[in-house]
């Protein structure tokens, strides 16, 4: 039934696509190759491609919450799906806002920061996490009720709810920030999704709630990506990369706490972005102007195509991500330790590289 559910997803995703593509062609929201030196595309291509993503996923999660209870049989509830699905809308807009009218970037980021607000009000939270030296790290040790929406209460938890407010800003920055490659964003997102499927089906975990969840937000992103890989007939523009961290940012926590998978799965891109952002802090560049000092873009200026960049990126996450379904939680950090040296490792070699190009 899980997989049926995620196939409906993904042919929804698959139709929906190239009807938003028409009509972001229709409207003008289109990404040209002059306004984004940043971009390797050759040719103007739509943006939109995040409204199919949650276009599909909505019907889906409707269908399967009005026919059945398996989205709502575990520690999710349908004030969960209610902020996630606001939270989504909240992006798209945003995004779509973005797209077409170039919005500075002190009004582009208050988008994101409703939207987690949104979905933490929808009762978005973490309670604990696993300590990798041993028992739990507890996330909510002071808690305040706030005011009431109907028969659901706002609250608000120390420290929990700050640690998902920042958390799910960086997923979706991180994102954002990766989204320069023809389905490297939208690979990557759906990696992540697939091993939090994959363990909260194990024994160990056992989530179905979370599984009928994963399966249609992966179906979903599989969709997207059938007509987003190089090359790209349709991009997902602002709020589709922001709309793939989140929902990332937010199974995670919806699963119990999986930060340590996600943190693996997207471990390089993480690592990458705050090595741009350093750089740039340092040259007294802005932190949110573009450029090409991204891991990928620079592989992609070395000769690699965009398929071998891609390909690479994605084979390296699902090789990290699958030791989440292996190791236990102190064995999680060496492996996060291990992936810190291999970026710098891999920096290293690519400033030599670079040094010979020259």
Known sequence: MTWFIGCVSFLLAVCFTPIVGAMATRFGIVDHVKERG??????????????????????????????????????????????????????????????????????????????????????????????????????????????????????????????VFLWLLGMMFTVKLLDGLDGLATSIGSVGVFMVLLLAGTVTYFQPDVVVLSSIIFGAFLGFLVWNLHPAQIFLGEGGALLIGFFLGALAVISGGKIATLLLVMGIPILDVAWVMLRRARTGKKVSQGDRLHLHHRLYDLGLNQQQVVGSYTLLAMAFGSLTLVLPSFAKLIALACLALFMLTAAYVLLIVEGEKR
């Open 38 to 163: 940043r971009k390797v595309h050759r040719r103007t291509t739509p943006l939109m491609g995040g409204v199919a993503i949650l276009l599909a996923m909505v019907v889906t999660l409707l269908v399967v919450l009005i026919r059945s209870d398996l989205l709502t049989s575990g520690r999710v509830s349908t004030a969960h799906y209610v902020g996630l699905l606001i939270a989504g809308c909240v992006l798209m807009i945003g995004g779509v806002l973005d797209d077409k009218l170039n919005l500075s970037p002190k009004v582009q980021v208050l988008f994101p920061i409703f939207a987690a607000l949104v979905a933490i009000a929808g009762g978005l939270g973490i309670e604990k996490v696993t300590n990798p030296f041993g028992g739990f790290l507890l996330f909510e040790t002071m808690s305040w009720d706030l005011f009431a929406l109907g028969s659901h209460m706002i609250t608000f938890s120390w420290p929990g709810d700050v640690f």
